[in-house]
């Protein structure tokens, strides 16, 4: 998932202010430079606040906010998006599940699995352990079905009959679905507040003001 927006900018000043800002335009890839890397912080920003990552009830995201995560030269890991030219700058992450979040939709399971795992306890949501891992051998949970059969998304869950895993006797880890309709959750956008911050505070930095 991608972004990018195009921005226009006015001058008043008297020749030689113009001249010179005309030359700096020549060339605007510091400009773009500066831009992206303030789009990505923000994209980091918001996505810490629709997603719930701070505070004791913080849950992981995997590494999606990593792939956001750029040096001031705009590098990042293998999953960040950076395209940087004389003409634009272009940024976001292409991570599968990145447009995923921002605009929500259907989640299905991968064959060969018939239903998605969703984490109930907070402790196995923030750790993102999954059934697979927390009990590999399949030995230990137990598929409870829903009560008046399989009807509706949810068909049944996993249960911790012996509480082996320290949550207590008969604990429910998870809820099998087959499909789970995720909300959209905006994260990669510019607003007012990022334009004014960009012809307000960017522009002039650059242009030595």
Known sequence: MAYSRSISIDLTGDKELFERVSKRFRKPRELLRLIGVHVMGQATHRLTQVLGMGGENAVRTGPLPASLNVS?????????????????????????????????????????HKALAIPL???????????????????????????????????????????????????????????????????LYGDDEDRRIINEELVPEWLEL
Not at 85 to 112: C, F, M, T, W
Not at 129 to 157: Q, T
Request: glycine share 12%; net charge negative; hydrophobic share 30%.
């Open 121 to 187: 306890p907070l402790r196995v949501k923030r750790n993102e352990l999954w059934p697979s891992e927390l009990d590999p051998d399949r030995e230990v949970l137990d598929f409870v079905p829903k009560r008046g059969g399989a009807s509706g998304n949810v068909i049944g869950l996993l249960v911790d009959t012996e509480g082996e895993f320290g949550f207590g006797e008969g604990e429910a880890l998870y809820a099998l679905a087959k499909h789970v309709d995720q909300e959209g959750k905006p994260y």
């Open 72 to 112: 001031p030269s705009g590098q990042g890991s293998a999953d960040t998006i950076f395209e940087l030219s004389d003409e634009r700058v272009e940024v976001g992450s292409n991570l599968r599940y990145a447009a995923q979040v921002h605009y929500g939709g259907r989640i299905v399971p991968k064959p060969p």
